[in-house]
Nanobody, 126 residues
Framework: QVKLVESGGGLVPVGGSLRLSCKAS????????VGWFRQAPGSAREFVAG????????AYANSVQGRFTMSRDNAKNTVYLQMNSLKAEDTAVYYC???????????????????WGQGTQVAVSS
C-alpha cells in the first residue's frame, strides 16, 4: 500500500527556514516521480518542486527557484523540501505526491499524481 506522510511544517518569521519531509512507504521512493505542491486558502493547488524517478535534478516553480531545494534520501525512503528565505506568500498547506508513470512534461500537474500525503501546514509571519 502506497503511503506518503509529510512532516516539518510550522510557524516561522519572514526570512526563516523550514525543512519538510515526505516519508514514503509501500514503494521505493526513487522508482516513483515525486512532487511537492502547496495550497493556500482560496487558491488552487500549485506546483512547488518535482523530481522525476531515477533522476537527481529537481524542477522548481519560478516562485521558489533559488530559495527551495528538493532532495531524496533513498536509504531513508524520504523526500525533503528545504525552504529558505521564506516569504509571507509561501504560507500554505504543503503536500507531497507520487506517481510511478509520470512523464517529465507532467511533473507540475497535480492531476497526474496518483498518491498524496495528508499535507503539512507552513505559516510565515510578516
Amino acid at each position: 500500500q502506497v503511503k506518503l506522510v509529510e512532516s516539518g511544517g510550522g510557524l516561522v518569521p519572514v526570512g526563516g527556514s523550514l525543512r519538510l519531509s515526505c516519508k514514503a512507504s509501500g514503494f521505493t521512493v526513487n522508482t516513483y516521480s515525486v512532487g511537492w505542491f502547496r495550497q493556500a486558502p482560496g487558491s488552487a493547488r500549485e506546483f512547488v518542486a518535482g523530481l522525476k524517478r531515477y533522476t537527481t535534478r529537481p524542477a522548481y516553480a519560478n516562485s521558489v527557484q533559488g530559495r527551495f531545494t528538493m532532495s531524496r534520501d533513498n536509504a531513508k525512503n524520504t523526500v525533503y523540501l528545504q525552504m529558505n528565505s521564506l516569504k509571507a506568500e509561501d504560507t500554505a498547506v504543503y503536500y507531497c505526491a507520487a506517481d510511478q508513470n509520470l512523464i517529465t512534461s507532467s511533473l507540475g500537474l497535480a492531476s497526474e499524481y496518483d498518491y498524496w500525503g495528508q499535507g503539512t501546514q507552513v505559516a510565515v509571519s510578516s
